[in-house]
């Protein structure tokens, strides 16, 4: 298990922000940096992309610098953060996706736990990227983070995310109200695959 005091560590930030941590079919997957300022702004000041995160779209660069900020910290403590998702074949910027550490937060009871994620641009949604780099994440989290076990959650009305989700290899455990937010969430899980035997 990833904690603060026992973590995979890289804690020089500049031999993370150069890293790909991931490679699939159609992408690769490499630390996000200041660098991204805009493509970040773009995709989260789209309602169409908030449709399912709280209905509460960016306004202002300055919220997707301290979210860039946010996730090189996790870099630099942990060793892991949310990853920039790039199509090879164009080297575009689609998106995040990827592990993040929620060591501060609570969910329903449920505390110290890294979840996978995804956050793509419209414009890509509908190519299998999230399924894609999610997979890489969880094989990322199990095999290099030595992670037993690794969560996900969405909004219970998000069938796209919970579909995303299972393909990845998650299942489903519950569903609650996250209270700091009151925001409702469905909640999956899968555990490292040696568990299962
Ligand atoms: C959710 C999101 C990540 C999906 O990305 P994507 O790259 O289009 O996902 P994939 O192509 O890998 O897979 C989507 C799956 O959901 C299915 N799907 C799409 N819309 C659906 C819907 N309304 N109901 C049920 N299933 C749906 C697709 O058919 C596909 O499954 P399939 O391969 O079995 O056909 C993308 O829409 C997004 O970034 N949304 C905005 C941010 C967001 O909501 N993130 C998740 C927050 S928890």
């Known amino acids: 298990m990833l904690t ?3 973590h995979f560590v ?4 500049i031999e993370v922000s150069m890293k790909i941590f991931a490679e699939t079919q159609h992408l690769y997957m490499r630390a996000i940096t200041d660098d991204d300022l805009e493509a970040m702004f773009e995709l989260d000041s789209d309602p169409l992309v908030h449709r399912f995160l ?3 779209p960016l306004k202002a660069r300055k919220q997707s610098q301290q979210y860039i900020d946010h996730i090189k910290m996790q870099y630099q403590k942990y060793g892991v953060g949310r990853w920039a998702v790039i199509e090879k074949a ?3 910027f689609t998106g995040w996706s990827g592990l993040k550490v929620n060591f501060e937060d609570i969910f329903n009871g449920h505390e110290n736990l890294i979840d996978v994620g995804y956050r793509l641009m419209p414009r890509y949604w ?3 990227y999230a399924t894609e780099s ?3 994440a969880v094989r990322y989290g199990f095999e290099v983070l030595g992670l037993d076990t690794i969560y996900g959650m969405t909004e219970p009305d998000h069938h796209a995310s919970r579909r995303v989700l299972e393909k990845i290899g998650l299942t489903y455990v519950e569903d609650f109200v996250l ?4 925001l409702p969430l469905t909640f999956y899980k899968t555990d490292k695959p ?3 035997n």
Do not use: V, W
């Open 179 to 182: 209270e700091s937010e009151n």
């Open 134 to 136: 999610g997979k890489a």
């Open 10 to 13: 890289f804690s020089d930030y």
């Open 90 to 92: 164009t080297g575009e």
């Open 194 to 196: 040696e568990a299962h």
């Open 4 to 6: 603060e005091k026992h």
């Open 54 to 56: 709280g209905q509460r």
């Open 126 to 128: 509908g190519k299998g």
